[in-house]
């Protein structure tokens, strides 16, 4: 089953900033947050993952609490593009190749 | 580079009929899964694979579907005879292994959207 609870959907408007919420109160110290993405009929897409520390790439920003308790993924300028199923997923690290667990996810639709 | 690729992207069967569906990752890539997609849920683990062995099958209906990476490349997966139920999308992803790292980023394919009537 999966270890993380997010909102079943959200809005947001187009240009602005989209903050996704994610609870994973039982996450382990050896265990990651990836956030992956599905827009319809394709396959997800990775985002972003991380340990403790906040993180930023070309695609969102990830901000984890200082208890790992919970993070939010952040895309900075919405775009109509990024409408999609967003999934939070938590991983033990250094287990080599080891399945994702996905959950429901949250369904993000940017309006314009 | 070229991504995952899978065929065909639809197909329909009637009920206790078999299929077969075609996955190519990205080549280089040790790791090949399944997962299965059923409307409204995330994908769940159908089999995992390093090189051309089997190193988890505990979700696969080992009755209904079998799976298989010949070489350690490609990979079918089949579903005889198929049930009502099997109907959703298959998923193929592929993986490098990190030697050291904190795990590794799946690549995804298109998927094959299977209907069972």
């Known amino acids: 089953d999966a270890k993380t609870t997010q909102p079943t959907s959200m809005d947001c408007a187009e240009g602005r900033a989209a903050n996704l919420p994610c609870n994973h109160s039982?996450?382990?110290?050896?265990?990651?947050v990836y956030w992956y993405r599905q827009i319809h009929s394709q396959g997800p897409q990775y985002i972003i993952h991380?340990?403790?520390n906040n993180e930023t790439n070309e695609m969102a920003s990830l901000i984890i609490t200082e208890d790992r308790k919970s993070s939010t993924l952040i895309l900075p300028h919405a775009t109509l593009r990024d409408t999609a199923v967003y999934y939070c997923?938590?991983?033990?690290?250094?287990?080599?190749?080891?399945?994702?667990?996905f959950g429901k996810g949250t369904r993000l639709s940017v309006i314009a | 580079e070229a991504g995952v690729a899978q065929s065909p992207r639809y197909k329909i069967i009637e009920k206790r009929q078999s299929v077969a569906f075609w996955c190519n990752p990205i080549?280089?890539?040790?790791?090949l899964y399944w997962y299965q997609q059923i409307l409204g849920q995330g994908p769940k683990l159908l089999i995992q694979f390093q090189n051309n062995g089997v190193v988890d099958d505990s979700q696969l209906p080992k009755d209904r579907f079998s799976a298989e990476r010949l070489k350690g490349v490609d990979s079918t997966l089949k579903i005889q005879p198929a049930k009502l139920e099997d109907s959703a999308v298959y998923l193929c992803a592929s993986s490098s292994r990190l030697a050291g790292g904190p795990g590794d980023t799946q690549y995804f394919g298109p998927g094959t959207r299977l209907t069972v009537l």
């Open positions: 080549s280089g890539h040790a790791t």
């Open positions: 991380g340990l403790k």
């Open positions: 997923i938590v991983r033990v690290a250094n287990s080599g190749n080891t399945p994702l667990v």
């Open positions: 039982t996450i382990s110290g050896n265990e990651y």
